[in-house]
């Protein structure tokens, strides 16, 4: 019952996630679904709503991207310090989109969809790369109220053996 997925007892019980021609080929191939062979059974698997795979896949490919996230210490949302960015920060980040990136570098481009990889539709229609709806992040966040604050402009800069030199 990983993911959330219910137990598969027999044949049947396929038939909600596989269109009745791939069920039907699986069952002449296996002779129970405890054979059906992984990559096989995803394949044959309806994509799910808004996806490209079905819900084995999906499963795996969630999991995976969330063990990535989890186990990578510099993963930008973390909390430990140095490397994790204010609460600002994580706003402004949030904020920036493929569409966004696409429209700031490509100076021929003078539309886009919101969700570029998506297929257009009326829930996604092309928008100027001006439009509101395409937000851009603010720098604000990472301005320092005081360089001296910071080690690096601390530092004294004179040569050596000059006046008031180390």
């Not at 990535?68 to 949030?94: C, I, S, V």
Request: negative net charge.
């Amino acid at each position: 019952m990983y993911c959330g997925l219910p137990p598969v007892g027999n044949f049947s019980d396929l038939a909600q996630d596989m269109d009745a021609g791939a069920l039907g080929r699986i069952k002449k191939v296996y002779k129970h679904v405890d054979d059906i062979d992984f990559y096989t059974g995803g394949l044959a698997e309806r994509p799910i709503q808004d996806g490209l795979v079905g819900p084995t896949f999906a499963c795996v490919i969630a999991d995976q991207f969330l063990r990535l996230k989890r186990g990578d210490r510099f993963w930008y949302e973390t909390n430990e310090k140095p490397m994790a960015f204010a609460k600002e920060q994580l706003t402004e980040l949030h904020k920036t989109s493929l569409a966004r990136i696409l429209c700031d570098n490509i100076p021929e481009l003078g539309s886009i969809q919101r969700w570029p990889l998506r297929n257009y539709a009326t829930g996604n229609p092309r928008l100027p790369c001006s439009s509101q709806s395409i937000p851009r992040m603010d720098l604000g966040a990472w301005e320092e109220d005081d360089l001296d604050k910071i080690e690096l402009f601390k530092m004294d800069y004179r040569p050596r053996g000059s006046a008031g030199g180390r």
